[in-house]
C-alpha cells in the first residue's frame, strides 16, 4: 500500500511538472502563419516602440472620437481628434520617415489628416453623419495598412 502511495505521488509530481513546464515555456511559441503575405517593416527597437505606441494612441482616439459622438460632445471629438491631427507630425523622427516604405508613410500622413479633417469639421461645422463617415474612412486607412505591412525589431 506504501509503495502505490509513493508511486502515484511520484506519478502526480511528473505530471503536475510537465504540464507546468509546458504551459510555462512551450505557449510563448509565436504562430506561423503560412498565408501571411505583409510586408515587413524593421525598425531599430526604439522606433518599432514609437511606430506600435502610435497605433495604440490612435485606438484610444477613434475610443475618445466614438465617445464624443455617443454623448454628442463636438469639443471632445476635436480635442481627441486634434492629439494626431496634422500637428503630430511635426514629432515624427526623421530616422522613421528615411526607413518606411512610401506607402506606408502615405498611409501614415493620411491617417493624421483624416485625424485633422475630424478636428476641423468638429470644431466648424459639427455634423455626426460626418463625422462617422470621416471614421470610416479612416479605419478603411488603418485596414489597409495592417493589411499590408507588419513591424518587426531589427
Known amino acids: 500500500m506504501?509503495?502505490?502511495?509513493?508511486?502515484?505521488?511520484?506519478?502526480?509530481?511528473?505530471?503536475?511538472?510537465?504540464?507546468?513546464?509546458i504551459l510555462l515555456f512551450t505557449g510563448t511559441e509565436?504562430?506561423?502563419?503560412?498565408?501571411?503575405?505583409?510586408?515587413?517593416?524593421?525598425?531599430a527597437p526604439d522606433l518599432r516602440n514609437l511606430v506600435l505606441s502610435e497605433m495604440r494612441d490612435y485606438l484610444e482616439v477613434i475610443s475618445e472620437?466614438?465617445?464624443?459622438?455617443?454623448?454628442?460632445?463636438?469639443?471632445?471629438?476635436?480635442?481627441a481628434a486634434l492629439r494626431q491631427g496634422d500637428a503630430s507630425l511635426?514629432?515624427?523622427p526623421v530616422r522613421l520617415l528615411k526607413?518606411?516604405?512610401?506607402?506606408?508613410k502615405?498611409?501614415?500622413?493620411?491617417?493624421?489628416?483624416?485625424f485633422q479633417a475630424i478636428a476641423d469639421s468638429a470644431k466648424t461645422n459639427y455634423k455626426p453623419k460626418t463625422t462617422i463617415?470621416?471614421?470610416a474612412a479612416l479605419t478603411n486607412n488603418c485596414i489597409t495598412c495592417h493589411r499590408t505591412y507588419k513591424v518587426a525589431s531589427e
Open 2 to 21: 506504501k509503495k502505490v502511495l509513493i508511486l502515484t505521488t511520484i506519478f502526480f509530481a511528473i505530471t503536475t511538472f510537465a504540464l507546468a513546464y
Open 30 to 43: 509565436m504562430v506561423k502563419n503560412e498565408k501571411d503575405t505583409r510586408i515587413t517593416v524593421k525598425y
Open 65 to 79: 472620437i466614438q465617445q464624443g459622438l455617443a454623448e454628442d460632445n463636438p469639443e471632445k471629438i476635436y480635442k
Open 90 to 92: 511635426r514629432d515624427t
Open 99 to 104: 526607413l518606411s516604405p512610401l506607402p506606408c
Open 106 to 114: 502615405q498611409m501614415g500622413f493620411a491617417g493624421h489628416h483624416i
Open 133 to 135: 463617415k470621416q471614421m
